[in-house]
């Protein structure tokens, strides 16, 4: 006979002599005190445990709060930040930022007949303002890469924020491209 079989009569055996003998009531008693029983004997365990993860948390917090007041303590961070601030131009500087962008547009013959451009607040505590500039813009690839790069390159607080570009048919040389730069200045 097959052993699995054996099991499965002496399981249905011994639930069928318990039921007579304890009732539904009885069994679901008889568990509930298995459980208790077995929650006694790992509860102390459990405790230590516990204990052991707090010890360690307050160490760690412990720490943290040693490195927050070493940070804080050190003079360089703060000034480093202001320094990194000033070294931003002002928002008078934008128009002669935008003559650098034209000018390499003029450069890299890329014809720029509008543009899109928005001032706005950082909403970080750097205390920035972004000056963003959407240019659409109708060139080759490599003439449109150029215009970028030499844009980026002339203007250090300049980021590329979007650079779109579709290409209507497979034969057409020229891209319609969409360029977004955001450009970073410090409050006067």
């Not at 099991?7 to 055996?13: S, Y």
């Not at 240019?135 to 449109?144: F, N, S």
């Not at 579709?166 to 034969?171: D, G, V």
């Given at each position: 006979m097959n052993t699995r079989l054996v099991?499965?009569?002496?399981?249905?055996?011994w639930t069928r002599y318990l039921l007579e003998r304890f009732g539904t009531f009885g069994l679901i008693g008889i568990g509930l005190l298995l459980l208790a029983l077995g929650l006694a004997v790992y509860a102390p365990q459990m405790a230590r445990e516990a204990e052991d993860l707090r010890g360690q948390a307050d160490r760690t917090r412990g720490r943290l709060?040693?490195?927050?007041?070493?940070?804080?303590?050190?003079?360089?961070?703060?000034?480093?930040?202001v320094r990194l601030r000033e070294s931003f131009p002002t928002i008078d500087h934008a128009a002669a930022d935008l003559r650098v962008m034209f000018d390499a547009a003029q450069k890299n013959r890329v014809e720029l007949v509008k543009g899109e451009y928005a001032l706005a607040q950082t909403e970080d505590a750097s205390r920035?303002?972004?000056?963003?500039v959407t240019?659409?813009?109708?060139?080759?690839?490599?003439?449109?890469k150029s215009f970028?790069?030499?844009?980026l390159n002339a203007v250090p607080h300049a980021s590329l924020a979007e650079l779109r570009i579709?290409?209507?048919?497979?034969?057409v040389d020229q891209l319609d491209a969409r360029v977004h730069f955001?450009?970073?200045?410090?409050?006067?």
């Open positions: 099991w499965e009569r002496r399981v249905r055996r709060d040693d490195v927050r007041r070493d940070l804080a303590q050190r003079p360089g961070s703060a000034q480093r930040a920035l303002r972004r000056f963003e240019l659409p813009v109708k060139e080759r690839y490599v003439t449109i970028v790069a030499d844009v579709e290409r209507s048919a497979t034969n955001t450009l970073f200045y410090r409050e006067q």
